[in-house]
Every structure is written in C-alpha cells, then in structure tokens.
C-alpha cells in the first residue's frame, strides 16, 4: 500500500517536456548551420535531427526509450521484458482479464506492473482498478480471503431469505 499514490504522481511514460515531433530548432543559430545526421540510440537507424536534442528517428522509438527508462528507474525491468509479460498474459489483465486503461494521456501503458511491496518481486500485470483493489486490500491474503467469504456467504443469503422474502415473513 506504501507509496501507491506516488506510483501514480511519476507514471509518465513520454518526455515530460516536449513530444518527439516537437523537438524542433533552427539550424541557422548554430555555427554549423545545419544538423548532420546521427544513429538513433534505440534502433540505431541513421536520421538527420530536428534539433540537437533529438536523439531518437521517431515518435515510437522515443516513446519506447522513455518508457523503459521510467519501467528501468522503478522496477528495473525494460519495455521489452514488459512486453513479454502482456504476451504472456494475452494482453490483458492478470485478474479481471480486462484491457486495462489509461490514467492520461501522456501515459503508455494500459496495465500497470504489481509488484510485492515487501520482497520487490514483480508479480504480473494489472488495470489500474485491480492493482488499486490489492492495494486497498492492503495486499493481504487474508483480508482477500475473508472478503470472498464475505461475498458468498451474501449470495447465499439471498437465494434463500433476501430482503424481499424477509418483508413477507415479517411482523403481521
Ligand atoms: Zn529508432
Ligand atoms: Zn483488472
């Protein structure tokens, strides 16, 4: 449960600052006067930058950097080992099976990586209402356990003396 909500506060998973298309300078105001053309650090396609700072050939590679970057700083793991997780999973969330959806826009992922927060070890892939209902749960077992029981013992209740029926059998 510790720190889930900072977990959200540094989901960010593009440059903070500017998009890849909107790296842009004007060659002119260097004393070169133009960009040559450089590997991208990702794929290492060769590419004529827009600007100085521009160190991947497009969006995608961009986004694919960024996102292993942020997967790297908090979990240590990198976007292709993500990847190979959702392959795993079909693509969808470990528990509701759902798609998953993102929180905003400048987010990449639709499922975020559950981990135990005691031993660091990642568990799977979830959405985000799941991975919140964990940690809701406080990530307890028993809790969880006891939460089922509590939804059944419920459903049984109402097959036999739901509301409904408890009116009809009441006071005269
Ligand atoms: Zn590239
Ligand atoms: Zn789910």
Redesign the pocket.
Known sequence: MRNRSNLYKTMLYSPPNKRWNEQTADPSKYPQGRFNPKPCRRCSTVFIPKAPSNLYCSQECSDHAWTTAYLKRTYDIDYDHYLSMLAEQSG???????E?FKMAGHHRLK?VVDHCHKTGRIRGL??????R?LGLLHDDTDVIRKAIGYLEGETSIRKGSGPKRAKAQGPR
């Open positions: 969808v969330c470990a528990l509701c099976g759902g998953g499922l979830l959405c985000h209402n799941c991975n209902a």
